[in-house]
């Protein structure tokens, strides 16, 4: 497995830039599932890629697509989501509307309750309406009552609240001195009243719809608690107005504080696996640098022919945790499709262990730095081999440099 | 989601439309990816490394496939990178673009175009090594030498 022969460097560059054709693609994915060192890799050269991505000229998008984003965004934030919403809605069944659970609703900053207390409101409102509408369209009575007692009116909405004996009783009541009711003879009247109403009925309408509005205007000031009802439910309406509002408000505000959050947190997520990720590697490196059981080896120039090429190298090996450092100098840069390949030979006289391909930068200096290799192998020696571009599996002589 | 457009918006248009020339194209490209990211955090969230960094070269992607006129063979959150740069925040962005244009100033000027052509244009090297008449490990090597030049600069 890590023990094949890896991709080159410039296929994966290639590959991360989609440009390879796709059987070559096939390939490089299939290895990827099975090596570490060439995941690495990747993303290494995707992360060269960002950097070269940043070389282009800066040059700011419309404000109209920040709009047109931001916009979809809030869109989609209203329509269901139900992952969002589900945090902030509670579980409040709709028919009950008690004061408490009101206020419960109220506490949770659920809109759909409120807008259930705004529509029922709403109906009671209408139904009101409805009631006082057909008061005028009922002059009749009106007019009974008109001809025989100036307090005598109740509109029948409220008749329909009470009992109709004791909305008589009141009639009486009213009519009469407030000190001496009268239920004996009050019963009789409203079977009476609808009788004469036909006879009486040419009388001026307007006027007596007139004193009418007068009396209820008394009887509000007489009787808060029984007539105020329409003004009860205005309040209640514009209350309900007012909750929805702030309600609106208040929601508005956590989505934009959630949304806050969230940007936080996907932005510090993407840090803290990035700082473990590095500090993973760091520490690997410093606790092999550091560690006495970690040993050192020297690599120098073993071709015959040449020796004061002035190229060595350098190797820290702990064979505990399966961690190398190379370090070289003096290596020439080699023609293309050429490159140098790093060897781990086993004590136990198994075959050399790729360790790595490298190439050198300008200064003929070269590092691999933590390449994936097998834990618990001891080395026998290190070598240097010049290989073709990509790597390996077994040393191609002449060994350039050796040491152990 | 404001702030996180506020800030990487510009990387994602500027790449976008490097790519493909026309801003209605870019804008189209930077909308879109926004509002994947937005409609699917839970992918987006296990990206390692800088987020500006994987914008980028999501950014770049997504172009060249629109420029390619075909499906994304690649879905979102695929593209692993391992990035020493920390681009959330606009200093360090600028920074990186200075220093890695300063970096491929000194590089032959057809070593960089070879890059450029793969990663902006959407070529493939076999199509480079075409119009170029280089071969296509060459093209291959450019394309390397290239990258590994910003990365050992970026190192030093």
């Given at each position: 497995?890590?023990?094949?022969?890896?991709?080159d460097?410039?296929?994966?560059?290639?590959?991360?830039?989609?440009?390879?054709?796709?059987?070559?693609?096939?390939?490089?994915?299939?290895?990827?599932?099975?090596?570490?060192?060439?995941?690495?890799?990747?993303?290494?050269?995707?992360?060269?890629?960002?950097?070269?991505?940043?070389?282009?000229?800066?040059?700011?998008?419309a404000?109209?697509?920040?709009?047109?984003?931001?916009?979809?965004?809030?869109?989609?934030?209203?329509?269901?989501?139900?992952?969002?919403r589900?945090?902030?809605?509670?579980?409040?069944?709709p028919?009950?509307?008690?004061?408490?659970?009101?206020?419960?609703?109220?506490?949770?900053?659920?809109?759909?309750?409120?807008?259930?207390?705004?529509?029922?409101?709403?109906?009671?409102?209408?139904?009101?309406?409805?009631?006082?509408?057909?008061?005028?369209?009922?002059?009749?009575?009106?007019?009974?009552?008109?001809?025989s007692?100036?307090?005598?009116?109740?509109?029948?909405?409220?008749?329909?609240?009470?009992?109709?004996?004791?909305?008589?009783?009141?009639?009486?009541?009213?009519?009469?001195?407030?000190?001496?009711?009268?239920?004996?003879?009050?019963?009789?009247?409203?079977?009476s009243?609808?009788?004469?109403?036909?006879?009486?009925?040419?009388?001026?309408?307007?006027?007596?719809?007139?004193?009418?509005?007068?009396?209820?205007?008394?009887?509000?000031?007489?009787?808060?608690?029984?007539?105020?009802?329409?003004?009860?439910?205005?309040?209640?309406?514009?209350?309900?107005?007012?909750?929805?509002?702030?309600?609106?408000?208040?929601?508005?505000?956590?989505?934009?504080?959630?949304?806050?959050?969230?940007?936080?947190?996907?932005?510090?997520?993407?840090?803290?696996?990035?700082?473990?990720?590095?500090?993973?590697?760091?520490?690997?490196?410093?606790?092999?640098?550091?560690?006495?059981?970690?040993?050192?080896?020297?690599?120098?120039?073993?071709?015959?022919?040449?020796?004061?090429?002035?190229?060595?190298?350098?190797?820290?090996?702990?064979?505990?945790?399966?961690?190398?450092?190379?370090?070289?100098?003096?290596?020439?840069?080699?023609?293309?499709?050429?490159?140098?390949e790093?060897?781990?030979?086993?004590?136990?006289?198994?075959?050399p262990?790729?360790?790595?391909?490298?190439?050198?930068?300008?200064?003929?200096?070269?590092?691999?730095?933590?390449?994936?290799?097998?834990?618990?192998?001891?080395?026998?020696?290190?070598?240097?081999?010049?290989?073709?571009?990509?790597?390996?599996?077994?040393?191609?002589?002449?060994?350039?440099?050796?040491?152990? | 989601?404001?702030?996180?457009?506020?800030?990487?918006?510009?990387?994602?248009?500027?790449?976008?439309?490097?790519v493909?020339?026309?801003?209605?194209?870019?804008e189209?490209?930077?909308?879109?990816?926004?509002?994947?990211?937005?409609?699917?955090?839970?992918?987006?969230?296990?990206?390692r490394s800088?987020?500006?960094?994987?914008?980028?070269?999501?950014?770049?992607?997504?172009?060249?496939d629109?420029?390619?006129?075909?499906?994304?063979?690649?879905?979102?959150?695929?593209?692993?990178?391992?990035?020493?740069?920390?681009?959330?925040?606009?200093?360090?962005?600028?920074?990186?673009?200075?220093?890695?244009?300063?970096?491929?100033?000194?590089?032959?000027?057809?070593?960089?175009?070879?890059?450029?052509?793969?990663?902006?244009?959407?070529?493939?090297?076999?199509?480079?090594?075409?119009?170029?008449?280089?071969?296509?490990?060459?093209?291959?090597?450019?394309?390397?030498?290239?990258?590994?030049?910003?990365?050992?600069e970026?190192?030093?």
């Amino acid at each position: 497995m890590s023990v094949a022969a890896h991709f080159d460097t410039s296929h994966l560059a290639l590959f991360a830039m989609q440009a390879l054709e796709a059987e070559q693609s096939e390939a490089v994915e299939e290895h990827l599932g099975g090596c570490a060192f060439c995941r690495q890799e990747l993303a290494r050269l995707q992360g060269d890629l960002a950097a070269f991505a940043h070389t282009v000229q800066m040059r700011p998008p419309a404000a109209s697509v920040r709009d047109r984003v931001l916009h979809t965004v809030a869109r989609e934030k209203k329509t269901p989501p139900p992952e969002p919403r589900s945090t902030l809605v509670l579980p409040v069944a709709p028919a009950p509307q008690t004061p408490a659970s009101r206020q419960l609703a109220t506490e949770a900053r659920d809109q759909n309750t409120d807008e259930l207390d705004t529509l029922e409101l709403k109906a009671a409102f209408e139904r009101v309406e409805a009631w006082r509408m057909e008061d005028r369209e009922e002059p009749e009575e009106h007019q009974v009552f008109a001809e025989s007692s100036v307090e005598a009116r109740r509109s029948p909405w409220q008749d329909k609240i009470e009992v109709q004996a004791r909305v008589d009783r009141d009639v009486e009541l009213e009519r009469a001195s407030p000190a001496s009711p009268q239920p004996e003879r009050e019963l009789e009247r409203p079977l009476s009243s609808p009788m004469q109403a036909p006879e009486e009925h040419e009388s001026p309408l307007l006027h007596s719809h007139r004193r009418n509005l007068a009396h209820r205007a008394a009887k509000d000031e007489d009787h808060p608690g029984k007539t105020s009802g329409g003004f009860t439910v205005k309040l209640f309406l514009v209350l309900g107005w007012v909750t929805a509002l702030c309600l609106s408000t208040a929601g508005g505000w956590l989505y934009f504080e959630r949304e806050t959050l969230r940007t936080r947190m996907v932005e510090q997520t993407a840090e803290l696996d990035h700082l473990k990720a590095e500090d993973g590697g760091t520490r690997r490196l410093l606790e092999t640098i550091t560690d006495p059981s970690t040993r050192q080896a020297l690599l120098t120039d073993a071709s015959e022919a040449s020796t004061d090429s002035g190229r060595q190298g350098r190797i820290l090996y702990s064979s505990g945790r399966g961690a190398l450092l190379f370090l070289g100098s003096g290596l020439k840069q080699l023609p293309v499709a050429k490159t140098y390949e790093l060897w781990l030979v086993p004590a136990d006289g198994r075959d050399p262990i790729p360790a790595g391909v490298f190439h050198p930068d300008a200064k003929e200096a070269a590092r691999v730095i933590l390449p994936p290799l097998p834990r618990g192998i001891e080395a026998k020696a290190f070598g240097v081999t010049i290989e073709d571009e990509g790597g390996a599996q077994a040393p191609t002589l002449p060994i350039i440099l050796a040491g152990d | 989601m404001a702030a996180l457009y506020d800030r990487y918006a510009m990387v994602v248009y500027s790449v976008a439309l490097r790519v493909l020339h026309q801003a209605s194209f870019a804008e189209e490209i930077l909308q879109e990816l926004f509002l994947e990211i937005w409609r699917d955090t839970d992918r987006f969230l296990p990206v390692r490394s800088s987020l500006g960094a994987w914008l980028a070269v999501l950014a770049r992607h997504r172009s060249v496939d629109a420029l390619r006129r075909r499906k994304s063979r690649e879905p979102m959150g695929d593209v692993v990178l391992a990035s020493s740069y920390d681009l959330s925040n606009e200093k360090e962005r600028i920074a990186l673009g200075e220093n890695a244009r300063s970096f491929l100033a000194a590089l032959p000027p057809d070593q960089k175009r070879m890059l450029g052509m793969v990663f902006f244009d959407g070529l493939s090297h076999a199509e480079i090594a075409e119009m170029t008449g280089e071969t296509t490990t060459a093209v291959r090597l450019k394309v390397r030498e290239t990258l590994l030049t910003l990365r050992r600069e970026s190192l030093a």
